[in-house]
Nanobody, 124 residues
Framework: QVQLVESGGGLVQAGGSLRLSCAAS????????MGWFRQAPGKEREFVGA????????YYADAVKGRFTISRDNAKNLVYLQMNSLKPEDTAVYYC?????????????????WGQGTQVTVSS
């Protein structure tokens, strides 16, 4: 069992930056692909980014590529999402997720654990 707790959300102006953190419980953190999804009001949950178990690979949705960076610290059981050049369309609840599968399956939402989510609001 893995529990995920997100933090770092908030209100920011367009063009600003935020860093989300996700703390994971358990001793098997390094055995999971980790990443982030988001869900805007009235829309389906969508993939944002993911990082492989050893951090040698990352994958991003086209909408955030070049602006967002995902990273992890296996010693601290933490995963981060650095969000720069934020736009109003980035407004959503952001969810941390963990998968025992692969990066490609993670992007399709095939995950084992979800966090509760943290709200990110970008004002214009």
């Amino acid at each position: 069992q893995v529990q995920l707790v997100e933090s770092g959300g908030g209100l920011v102006q367009a063009g600003g930056s935020l860093r989300l953190s996700c703390a994971a419980s358990g001793r098997t953190f390094s055995s999971y692909v980790m990443g982030w999804f988001r869900q805007a009001p009235g829309k389906e949950r969508e993939f944002v980014g993911a990082v492989s178990r050893s951090s040698d690979s990352t994958y991003y949705a086209d909408a955030v590529k070049g602006r967002f960076t995902i990273s992890r610290d296996n010693a601290k059981n933490l995963v981060y999402l650095q969000m720069n050049s934020l736009k109003p369309e980035d407004t959503a609840v952001y969810y941390c997720a963990a998968s025992s599968g692969w990066l490609i399956t993670f992007t399709r939402g095939e995950v084992d654990y979800w966090g509760q989510g943290t709200q990110v609001t970008v004002s214009s």
